[in-house]
């Protein structure tokens, strides 16, 4: 079965700052890697996604995620934080044709 | 607005009550979820459709749990005789089948939060 793990329930981040949200995953065959922000009171709303091709996908609101194939990440990354980017972050992996595991999640908070 | 939407958002029911969740897709999208969402977790998926056919159930969708989307376009989702348990934001999403599935992106609508008293 697919699978991804946050390993961090949060992360703090001053504005300006770099930010990372880390993401590892277990697949059998082709991983297929989202990225979903989800803010208070409000369903999930889509960031990027890997399905093949460049590592380095590039989303919504200035996020991009690596993936890197040998250490099984797909971490989240952002040059410059923003406090409007405080939310609770999804790694997500496509398990079958209708299923999507989602990760425990990790709540980033940038303080200004 | 032209995405996924939900209703009601917010539903206060006593133990041992029905009750019914709506959710409309995208409009040209052809496959729907429903997921379940408890405080601190990720969405668990519990059911999908594609046009009116229910294709798929995880066993988390209990005997008290079912769904309908009758014409290919909205859905409904009823729990029948609702458990404290069943406290939870319940989502719905939408997605247009391709010929890849992997290249399907899954939206979100804003949820219906659901407390059982």
């Known amino acids: 079965a697919q699978s991804v793990a946050q390993p961090e329930d949060q992360v703090n981040v001053a504005e300006g700052n770099p930010l990372t949200v880390k993401c590892t995953y277990s697949?059998?065959?082709?991983?297929?890697l989202f990225w979903y922000v989800q803010y208070p009171n409000r369903g999930l709303q889509f960031l990027l996604k890997y399905i093949t091709g460049d590592n380095l996908v590039k989303g919504s609101y200035g996020f991009e995620a690596e993936f890197n194939k040998s250490q099984t990440s797909f971490h989240l990354k952002k040059p410059s934080a923003l406090v409007s980017d405080s939310a609770l972050y999804f790694c997500a992996v496509r398990e079958s044709a209708s299923k999507i595991i989602f990760g425990s999640g990790t709540r980033l908070s940038i303080r200004p | 607005d032209t995405g996924v939407s939900q209703d009601p958002r917010h539903k206060i029911t006593k133990r041992g009550q029905n009750v019914t969740f709506r959710c409309d897709p995208i409009s040209e999208h052809n496959r729907l979820y429903w997921y379940r969402q408890t405080l601190g977790q990720g969405p668990e998926f519990l059911t999908y459709f594609q046009n009116e056919a229910q294709l798929e159930k995880s066993r988390l969708l209990s005997d008290r749990f079912s769904a309908e989307r009758p014409k290919g376009s909205f859905s409904t989702l009823e729990i029948q005789r609702t458990e404290q348990g069943d406290s939870a934001m319940y989502l719905c999403?939408?997605?247009?089948?391709?010929?890849?599935?992997?290249?399907?992106?899954?939206?979100f609508g804003p949820g219906t939060r659901l407390l059982v008293l």
């Open positions: 697949v059998s065959g082709n991983p297929y």
């Open positions: 999403a939408s997605s247009l089948a391709g010929s890849q599935f992997a290249q399907e992106t899954q939206y």
